[in-house]
């Protein structure tokens, strides 16, 4: 059965405790949406923003739509292995991709994607917005931003930054930061966000851009503190660090994230961590 966009939107639309969406005429009666259980596969590994969202979206949609949403990981690539799953899978709304801004600038990252994802991909609805912050280990150091490009000058390669793989946001967002303030660090990638965070606690990485949906436990915690954040959400999460920990970095990076579906038509010093 080829499932179009249009369709999932009306149902997505009948549904009376989802954002207000279009209803795109009538529905035919004899079609029912979801029939059976749907897949909604996340590009990073479980625990980090990306995981976080769409387990609240899967819980979210399978009580209103009376079917199970299974989240699955499939991390690696900067989320184009999942990506991929997704392009080829049926186009009927039943294997769901949740994206990322990612999915955005991978394009212009890596050389032979196998999928043109405005092409291939159907956006379906935007479910968050968020913004990252720069996290450091407690210990650490520096304890302003000011402090920590003095610090990582006066010591040019040996600092580790971490990164939710090659194309996410906090390598990106690291990568802008270190062009900006001409410091030296190392970028260790890691298969997501949440694994990155007992590296950091154990020091075996010193700083990371992430997103405070990921780290504001561990912020709030004392197992990591934010020094700088970009101003992109004016309601910001991280409410409990000291003012001493709060100067904000000249960094501005909105992440936003929603679900998709796959498209009916035609036809620096770099290192992977283990």
């Known amino acids: 059965m080829k499932f179009a966009r249009r369709r999932f939107l009306q149902l997505a639309a009948s549904v009376p405790a989802l954002p207000a969406l279009p209803a795109l005429g009538r529905l035919a009666s004899a079609q029912t949406y979801p029939s059976r259980p749907a897949l909604l596969l996340v590009g990073y590994a479980a625990g980090g923003v990306n995981d976080i969202v769409a387990r609240l979206t899967g819980q979210m949609l399978a009580e209103r739509l009376g079917q199970q949403f299974v989240i699955e990981n499939r991390p690696g690539a900067g989320s184009n292995l999942a990506t991929e799953a997704v392009v080829r899978a049926s186009p009927d709304g039943y294997t769901l991709l949740e994206a990322s801004t990612s999915n955005g600038w991978n394009a212009t990252i890596y050389q032979n994607l196998k999928f043109d994802f405005i092409r291939d991909i159907a956006p379906v609805a935007s479910t968050v917005k968020t913004y990252n912050a720069m996290i450091v280990n407690p210990t650490f150091p520096a304890k302003t931003v000011p402090e920590f490009i003095a610090y990582a000058k006066a010591n040019p390669g040996k600092i580790n930054m ?113």
């Open 162 to 274: 971490g990164s939710a793989g090659p194309g996410s946001s906090p390598h990106l967002y690291g990568e802008l930061f270190k062009a900006m303030t001409g410091v030296d660090m190392v970028t260790v990638h890691y298969r997501g966000d949440a694994p990155t965070i007992p590296e950091l606690i154990a020091g075996r990485i010193q700083v990371m851009f992430g997103s405070v949906v990921t780290w504001i436990e561990q912020d709030q915690g004392g197992h990591g503190a934010c020094i700088g954040g970009d101003e992109c959400n004016a309601d910001a999460a991280i409410a409990g660090p000291s003012s001493a920990r709060r100067v904000r970095a000249r960094l501005r990076g909105c992440r936003l994230a929603g679900d998709r579906r796959p498209e009916e038509h035609a036809g620096g010093h770099h290192r992977q961590a283990q």
